[in-house]
């Protein structure tokens, strides 16, 4: 089964998510491709990755972009993803 330390720290994760905190929404998109204290769910991962995307997070941009990259939890689509990449890039993420 999942650690106790695992599954409370995605609660403590989708606490400060609900709170609109956007590295905790990419933490819990992180919680959830990983199947780390939830159960392992791509459509919920890329959920997460795309709010906070959305919110201009640049980590969250690049995430959402290998799901659409590798079709996990969003239909493959490598224009969307080498948008979503561009996006963090201009962000300096260096693996946008």
Known sequence: GVSQDQAEAADLFRC???QGLMNAVCSLGVCFRD???VPQDDREAASHFSRA???G???AQVALGLCF???RGKPRDGDE???LFRRAA???NPLG
Request: net charge neutral.
């Open 81 to 83: 993803a080498a948008r």
């Open 57 to 59: 997070h640049a980590d």
């Open 90 to 92: 201009e962000q300096g």
């Open 35 to 37: 199947g780390t204290g």
């Open 53 to 55: 995307a959305n919110k």
């Open 16 to 18: 400060a998510a609900n």
């Open 69 to 71: 990259s590798n079709g």
